[in-house]
């Protein structure tokens, strides 16, 4: 069977330079496109990309951190006591428990906060 069009002619002139620059911009944005959707980049340890509002910076040293988790703990056992001397029964029972996890925690953060004072 005979083609009744011929094949086009093939040339060794390059392509002008406006269009070998739009054919490689297509070809970068093809090729990145690509890349998104076909290998996502792995979150590293230190970016934090969750829903939370509320974030940790993570340049801050552990006696900052230790001093602020004591001071919420103190605040923390302050309200709850307030609140379990104003229950009766099953209730202030268990308020009472929740005062003891608490104080038991701010123990252990404040002996934690001491030992980083001593380094």
């Given amino acids: 069977m005979v083609k009744i069009t011929p094949n ?5 002139e390059p392509t ?8 490689k911009k297509l070809d970068d944005a093809a090729t ?3 890349d998104y959707y076909l290998k996502p980049k ?29 001071e919420n703990l103190a605040s923390a056992n302050a309200m709850i ?7 009766d029964g099953s209730r202030r029972r ?3 428990g929740i005062l003891q996890v608490i104080e038991v925690s701010e123990l252990l953060a404040n002996r934690a906060l001491d030992i980083v004072e001593v380094r």
Avoid: H
């Fill in 16 to 23: 002008s330079r406006a269009q070998s620059a739009r054919n």
């Fill in 81 to 87: 006591s307030d609140l379990a001397f104003d229950l």
């Fill in 8 to 12: 086009p002619p093939v040339t060794d």
């Fill in 42 to 70: 792995p979150q590293s340890e230190t970016s934090d990309k969750s829903d939370s509002i509320l974030r940790i910076d993570p340049g801050v040293d552990s006696e900052c951190l230790l001093a602020n988790l004591s």
């Fill in 94 to 96: 268990v308020a009472l």
């Fill in 32 to 34: 990145r496109a690509l």
